[in-house]
């Protein structure tokens, strides 16, 4: 087997997938195509103006981008149509695991926030009774927004927490968004509460440099996962004092190459911080973050890793089983996808071996 079909047929497990980021060019053109049978003006004319394949973006470009397409996801059917899609397209992946986020949004006399995590939802759901991939939700809060809009969105973390339907659905709390945008200091107590409430908490941190801010929340020992952490290694850009406090917690990193080398945080795959962190055998977990704005696969994120860090199949098979722990799962059911990733695993290496 060569190595993409490898890196296809792992029993993958994805932690770090922003729902909107994560449309194809084909969602993106049946989405424009509605738009347009309802005489919509102003459009791109085709997917490839918001997802250009072999580019590099800035940061802003990257928001731009997401901008253009909340445009086109701005109602509850868009919303059924992406959540749907990207499930089963993770599932072509060969994902088994997938904590999906996204940010609720509302629109007067079109969607409530309810609605939309409702749809999201229910499309978990179908999906999950149709194909051979356990999901949840992470909400997520948008540092841009403000701290009103971020207490709102926690509110509603804690109602779905609560649902009788939906519980078992919600595992957290994610904090994304423009990281030169706000300052992640002033949501210290909503993460506050949002743990104490029992939700789990992924914030990107240290996607461009700001120590201070990285500082202050990292001492908050508050955070069960990093998305990004670009600038906390010392080697990249961070420091030592930074690199401490995370080794001390033990907190996993959620590693996104092809994110960080198109927005233009990290200047190559060689370059990248897995590599520092995996020297030091902190626990990573590859994650595609974008993979339709940024035109990738979690198979491609592992193939990407693999050859530019020289890694055997051996390791791609540990980095697979080592993301169970990572999961937002309680242990039990831990206990359970670890059991189905060995088992694909195992099937694997027979395929291999034959
Ligand atoms: P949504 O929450 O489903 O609408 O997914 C898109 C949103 O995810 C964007 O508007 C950002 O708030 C967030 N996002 C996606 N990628 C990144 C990233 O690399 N850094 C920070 N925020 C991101
Ligand atoms: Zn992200």
């Given at each position: 087997?060569?190595?993409?079909?490898?890196?296809?047929?792992?029993?993958?497990?994805?932690?770090?997938?922003?729902?909107?980021?994560?449309?194809?060019?084909?969602?993106?053109?049946?989405?424009?195509?509605?738009?347009?049978?309802?005489?919509?003006?102003?459009?791109?004319?085709?997917?490839?103006?918001?997802?250009?394949?072999?580019?590099?973006?800035?940061?802003?470009?990257?928001?731009?981008?997401?901008?253009?397409?909340?445009?086109?996801?701005?109602?509850?059917?868009?919303?059924?149509?992406?959540?749907?899609?990207?499930?089963?397209?993770?599932?072509?992946?060969?994902?088994?695991?997938?904590?999906?986020r996204t940010t609720p949004?509302?629109?007067?006399?079109?969607?409530?926030?309810?609605?939309?995590?409702?749809?999201?939802?229910?499309?978990?759901?179908?999906?999950?009774?149709?194909?051979?991939?356990?999901?949840?939700?992470l909400i997520s809060i948008d540092r841009s927004r403000g701290l009103d809009d971020a207490w709102d969105t926690l509110?509603l973390a804690?109602?779905?927490?609560?649902?009788?339907?939906?519980?078992?659905?919600?595992?957290g709390i994610d904090i994304s968004g423009?990281?030169?945008?706000g300052?992640l200091?002033?949501y210290?107590?909503v993460l506050?509460?949002a743990?104490?409430?029992?939700l789990?908490l992924s914030v990107h941190?240290?996607?461009?440099?700001?120590?201070?801010?990285?500082?202050?929340?990292?001492?908050?020992?508050?955070?069960?996962?990093?998305?990004?952490?670009?600038?906390?290694?010392?080697?990249?850009?961070?420091?030592?004092?930074?690199?401490?406090?995370?080794?001390?917690?033990?907190?996993?990193?959620?590693?996104?190459?092809?994110?960080?080398?198109?927005?233009?945080?990290?200047?190559?795959?060689?370059?990248?911080?897995?590599?520092?962190?995996?020297?030091?055998?902190?626990?990573?977990?590859?994650?595609?973050?974008?993979?339709?704005?940024?035109?990738?696969?979690?198979?491609?994120?592992?193939?990407?890793?693999?050859?530019?860090?020289?890694?055997?199949?051996?390791?791609?098979?540990?980095?697979?089983?080592?993301?169970?722990?990572?999961?937002?799962?309680?242990?039990?059911?831990?206990?359970?996808?670890?059991?189905?990733?060995?088992?694909?695993?195992?099937?694997?290496?027979?395929?291999?071996?034959?």
């Amino acid at each position: 087997m060569d190595l993409s079909e490898y890196c296809k047929s792992l029993p993958k497990i994805e932690l770090h997938a922003h729902l909107t980021g994560s449309l194809s060019d084909e969602t993106v053109l049946k989405l424009l195509r509605a738009k347009q049978a309802e005489g919509g003006a102003n459009l791109p004319q085709s997917a490839e103006v918001t997802i250009q394949r072999g580019h590099k973006r800035t940061l802003e470009e990257c928001f731009e981008v997401f901008r253009i397409l909340h445009c086109l996801t701005d109602n509850l059917s868009a919303i059924k149509t992406i959540a749907r899609d990207v499930i089963q397209e993770f599932v072509a992946d060969n994902v088994r695991y997938l904590e999906l986020r996204t940010t609720p949004k509302s629109i007067n006399g079109v969607m409530t926030k309810n609605q939309y995590i409702d749809t999201v939802l229910e499309a978990m759901i179908d999906e999950m009774k149709l194909n051979t991939i356990t999901i949840r939700l992470l909400i997520s809060i948008d540092r841009s927004r403000g701290l009103d809009d971020a207490w709102d969105t926690l509110q509603l973390a804690k109602q779905y927490a609560a649902h009788e339907r939906f519980k078992n659905l919600i595992c957290g709390i994610d904090i994304s968004g423009n990281p030169r945008a706000g300052n992640l200091v002033e949501y210290i107590p909503v993460l506050r509460e949002a743990k104490q409430c029992g939700l789990k908490l992924s914030v990107h941190l240290a996607e461009v440099v700001n120590e201070k801010e990285t500082l202050e929340v990292l001492k908050t020992e508050l955070i069960d996962r990093i998305g990004h952490g670009t600038f906390i290694h010392p080697e990249t850009g961070g420091s030592q004092e930074l690199m401490q406090l995370v080794k001390d917690q033990g907190i996993p990193l959620e590693l996104c190459l092809s994110s960080n080398i198109k927005s233009g945080t990290v200047k190559s795959a060689e370059a990248h911080h897995f590599s520092c962190w995996r020297k030091d055998k902190h626990p990573v977990v590859i994650c595609t973050d974008d993979k339709g704005v940024f035109s990738t696969t979690l198979s491609e994120e592992y193939k990407i890793c693999a050859e530019t860090f020289h890694l055997k199949k051996t390791d791609l098979r540990e980095l697979c089983l080592a993301a169970v722990e990572m999961t937002f799962l309680s242990q039990e059911e831990k206990d359970r996808l670890r059991q189905t990733i060995l088992k694909d695993l195992d099937k694997l290496t027979h395929i291999e071996s034959v």
